[in-house]
């Protein structure tokens, strides 16, 4: 009844930017906590950024002062604007929400991810 589509991904030089979107839709009451993981080949997958529907943010260490987590709850969007990007942030990114119906508990949803590759 939900999902998440992302966009935004794709093949960059170094140093370069990209600008990930992820929409959600479907049978919605109220979307909390959204948020952007990443996955590399051979590891785990990893927060990156998160935010509250308050606007509250958190970063992980190795993107910060880089990368900008961002929501527009009208549209129920949520953002992550990837600014001099590094060969070791090449991975698939993954949109993350936490979504209420109204008919029980916030359940956690995730997209199906889009790749960003940074080359040398």
């Known amino acids: 009844q939900v999902q998440l589509v992302e966009s935004g991904g794709g093949l960059v030089q170094a140093g370069a930017s990209l600008r990930l979107s992820c929409a959600a839709s479907?049978?919605?009451?109220?979307?909390?906590?959204m948020g952007w993981y990443r996955q590399a080949p051979g590891k785990q997958r990893e927060p990156v950024a998160t935010i509250t529907r308050g606007g509250s943010t958190n970063y992980a260490d190795s993107v910060k002062g880089r990368f900008t987590i961002s929501r527009d709850n009208a549209k129920n969007t949520v953002y992550l604007q990837m600014n001099s990007l590094k060969p070791e942030d090449a991975a698939v990114y993954y949109c993350?929400?936490?979504?209420?119906?109204?008919?029980?508990?916030?359940?956690?949803?995730w997209g199906q991810g889009t790749q960003v590759t940074v080359s040398s």
């Open positions: 479907g049978f919605i009451f109220s979307i909390n906590a």
């Open positions: 993350n929400a936490e979504i209420g119906s109204g008919l029980g508990p916030d359940v956690q949803y």
